[in-house]
């Protein structure tokens, strides 16, 4: 229905359906409303549905509208001061059961009035079960949109299903509520998706239906409301290939998630990129993006996954799993904040999988902030619970960072790695970094074993040329460390003004920690530059029943003109150091050595294995030792500076200054506590009177109930008459009957006896007399009553 003035009805339904035949509509289908005045108020109806159906066939179309417009032109004063309000755009199914369907034109689905309400867009779906889907680089669009009442109108719904869907631009767009939802869903098996461009807000052009075809109606929508969702799922493998699927937070609403899900498959994004945004000048939140494979996922060819703020919303978050993960040739998974808010917050990316693999330059996974907001965390798990992860690098220019940069205020993101059984870092390089004022982001480590090999690197530093700019710290705790590979390190560091971070090592849940250096060369370290001035950062080992380093250095220095931090030891039981360890706070440079402060129970190491605890400098003053145990064994204290401490074989403990002033040693042996380890007994003294029961006592021949007995015995039966006696042949003896000779025979006499049970003796339980006066010793208590002392007087 077409009306140039006034207003105009509803259009009409449009339906082609055949069973086994193709369907060609190589001309314009178009089920509209529409109209336009330029001298009153004008509306429209409602488009009509338009319907197109083969089982068996192929189906190819043209242009195919159903909307609902209004329009007045803005570059004629008069028209544009008219308002019209329109109904809802038609809906559009495309529909085969195995042929395929080419699109050669725009589908369009609409509810759209420059100066009007509008209501809302229609669904466009087109499916086929097991063909293709060629749009050639045509856009489906489903529009609800006015210029001038932005609060009216919603998106219809876009569905997109088949093997392959190739050349497709989809846009679903609304100026009021939200757009509609994006779904793309495989056939049977898998899904291939090449050159697709799916925009959920942004610019849109609408070709007037009323005037004539090429004049089009510009909106600008990119400050309008809340982006929809886009779902993308496939039973089998997914791929896509050069797509860019862009979802926007506008104003104060919130912008759609984006999810893409292979549920037995492998998915595979090629130059692709998923963008989630939240625009400057608005408030809402970023949408989250969620990729979920059972396989394995990989990004390949400069493929993005990227979620950002520039505005005062927090950016969406990033979600992975899948057991293996795989990111080359520039691949990457960033979320960040350029917000010019404190309250703009990054968004966060977590990961669960069994592996992750790193390949070639410029691939990475960050988080950052280059304002005053604070970047999100990085999150690696296992894909499932109780399960180990590994990270691990082609070659040492990938990365997963968490950073802030020049000119930033806000504080940088957390890693966390976590497995229940284990992590793997071989070859990766993850670092938190600050370039900022803002502190650097912590990195924190949660598994029962934790294997650093091939040139794997810890590292959290400051280059901040502000003071309060201090790197970042880490935490630890695994019961097994074991760190090969020559550059292989866990490192803070200080390359400016602001303070290096610390170092915090201890055992997963208490018990015992055992950190060990299978080659020479790797090192936890915490260090400061040269010319740089900030203090170095602290390497605290704690909470531990036992420590034991194998072959491991545990250093703090300064190159610098910033103090050395130094190494703390607490609440460690016994401390071991063995083949070759380290524990050192020194200075090469202006700074002074840091201190080694160790509270442990028992230090102790074995003899000639070079197990050095060194506080030396080369200008600076030497730091001080501070030892406080029950006992330590195994080390020798040196008096005089000496570079050579180091590979001379002895356990060596020394504080020196080759041209500064010396440190001082202390070792304070604790006395040991004669309680320690006895129970304290109950201050309450047991009354016996209330235990035992009374006796009888012979007195001039009389028995007395209230008077106390006597037991004698005579003879010590050749016991001495002390216990602190020693025992000697030469005391009495009891006579214990006749001695029996063994007789003189070379031949010994065996001598058969039956075999007999063994009686057992019991101690006597009662005393029974009788009125006989007889007196028998039972072993088990009678049941009858005995005779009462008094009754034998």
């Not at 006992?631 to 008096?639: D, N, P, S, T």
């Not at 003294?685 to 006597?710: E, F």
């Amino acid at each position: 229905m077409r009306q140039a003035g006034g207003k105009s009805g509803n259009g009409g339904d449009i339906s082609f359906i055949s069973r086994f035949g193709n369907i060609s509509a190589n001309g314009r289908l178009s089920s509209f409303s529409s109209s336009a005045s330029s001298l009153e108020n004008g509306g429209s109806g409602n488009g009509g549905d338009i319907f197109l159906s083969s089982n068996f066939g192929d189906i190819s179309t043209n242009r195919i509208d159903s909307s609902s417009t209004f329009y007045a032109p803005s570059s004629n004063p008069v028209f544009s001061e008219q308002t019209g309000t329109v109904g809802n755009g038609g809906n559009i199914s495309i529909f085969s059961e195995v042929g395929d369907i080419t699109n050669n034109n725009t589908l369009f689905s609409g509810s759209v009035s420059r100066n009007g309400d509008v209501g809302r867009g229609g669904d466009i779906s087109v499916r086929t079960v097991e063909g293709t889907i060629f749009n050639n680089d045509n856009r489906i669009s489903t529009v609800a949109a006015s210029e001038i009442n932005e609060d009216t109108g919603a998106g219809g719904n876009v569905t997109l299903q088949a093997s392959r869907i190739l050349d497709v631009q989809v846009s679903t767009v609304s100026s009021g509520d939200a757009s509609g939802n994006v779904t793309i869903q495989g056939g049977n098996n898998d899904l291939t998706i090449s050159n697709l461009n799916l925009v959920t807000s942004g610019q849109l052009e609408v070709i007037n239906p009323v005037v004539n075809d090429g004049q089009r109606i510009s909106l600008e929508l990119s400050d309008f409301d809340q982006s929809g969702e886009v779902f993308i799922i496939s039973n089998g493998d997914l791929n896509l290939n050069n797509v860019q699927l862009l979802s926007d937070a506008n104003r104060s609403a919130d912008a759609g998630n984006v999810s893409i899900i292979s549920r037995t498959g492998n998915i595979q994004l090629d130059n692709s990129q998923i963008l989630s945004n939240t625009n400057t000048g608005s408030s809402g939140s970023g949408g989250n993006v969620l990729l979920e494979s059972a396989s394995s996922i990989t990004l390949e060819t400069n493929s993005r996954i990227n979620t950002n703020t520039d505005g005062g919303g927090t950016a969406g978050g990033i979600r992975i799993r899948t057991p293996l993960l795989n990111l080359q040739n520039g691949a990457q998974i960033t979320a960040a904040t350029n917000s010019p808010e404190r309250n703009g917050i990054g968004g966060s990316i977590r990961v669960n999988a069994e592996t992750i693999t790193l390949a070639d330059a410029d691939t990475e996974i960050t988080v950052s902030t280059n304002g005053p907001a604070n970047a999100g965390s990085i999150s690696l798990e296992p894909f499932n619970s109780g399960g180990s992860i590994s990270v691990s690098s082609i070659n040492n220019e990938p990365q997963i960072s968490a950073s802030t940069t020049l000119n930033s205020s806000g504080n940088g993101g957390s890693i966390i790695i976590r497995g229940d059984e284990s992590v793997t870092l071989d070859n990766a390089l993850i670092n938190t970094n600050t370039d900022g004022i803002g502190r650097a982001g912590s990195i924190r480590i949660r598994t029962p074993l934790l294997n650093l090999q091939n040139g794997a690197q810890l590292t959290a530093a400051t280059n901040s040329l502000e003071e309060n700019g201090d790197g970042g710290d880490f935490d630890i705790a695994a019961d097994v460390i074991n760190l090969s590979g020559n550059e292989t390190e866990i490192s803070v560091s200080t390359n400016g003004l602001a303070k290096a971070g610390n170092i915090t090592l201890r055992p997963l849940n208490s018990g015992d920690i055992i950190i060990a250096t299978i080659t020479d060369g790797p090192q936890f370290s915490a260090s400061t530059t040269r010319n740089s001035n900030g203090q170095g950062g602290n390497i605290i080992l704690r909470d531990a029943d036992l420590a034991i380093l194998r072959n491991t250095s545990l250093v703090t220095g300064s190159d610098g003109s910033g103090d050395a931090g130094s190494i703390i030891v607490e609440n460690v039981d016994v401390l071991l150091l063995r083949q070759g360890s380290l524990i050192q706070a020194g200075a090469s440079a202006n700074g002074n050595g840091g201190d080694i402060d160790i509270d442990a129970n028992l230090v102790l190491t074995v003899p000639d294995e070079d197990n050095d605890i060194l506080a030396d400098t080369n200008t600076g003053t030497g730091g001080n030792i501070d030892i406080t145990t029950e006992r330590i064994l195994g080390f020798r204290e040196v008096q005089t500076f000496s570079n050579d401490l180091r590979g001379n074989g002895l356990n060596d403990i020394s504080a020196q200054s080759e041209r500064g002033g010396d440190g001082e040693v202390s070792i304070n042996n604790l006395a040991v506590d004669p309680n320690k380890g006895l129970s304290e007994l109950p201050i309450d003294v047991v009354d016996p009177s209330n235990q035992i029961a009374q006796g009888c006592n012979l007195a001039n021949n009389n028995i007395a109930d209230s008077q106390v007995g006597d037991f004698i015995i005579t003879g010590r039966g050749g016991q001495p008459l002390s216990p602190m006696d020693i025992a000697s042949e030469d005391l009495i003896q009891d006579d214990l009957g006749p001695e029996t000779g063994q007789p003189q025979s070379s031949a010994p006499i065996i001598t058969s006896f039956p075999h007999q049970e063994p009686v057992l003796l019991a101690d006597a339980q009662e005393a029974v007399v009788t009125e006989s006066g007889d007196v028998f010793l039972m072993a088990e208590g009678s049941w009858l009553p005995s005779i009462s002392c008094s009754s034998l007087r």
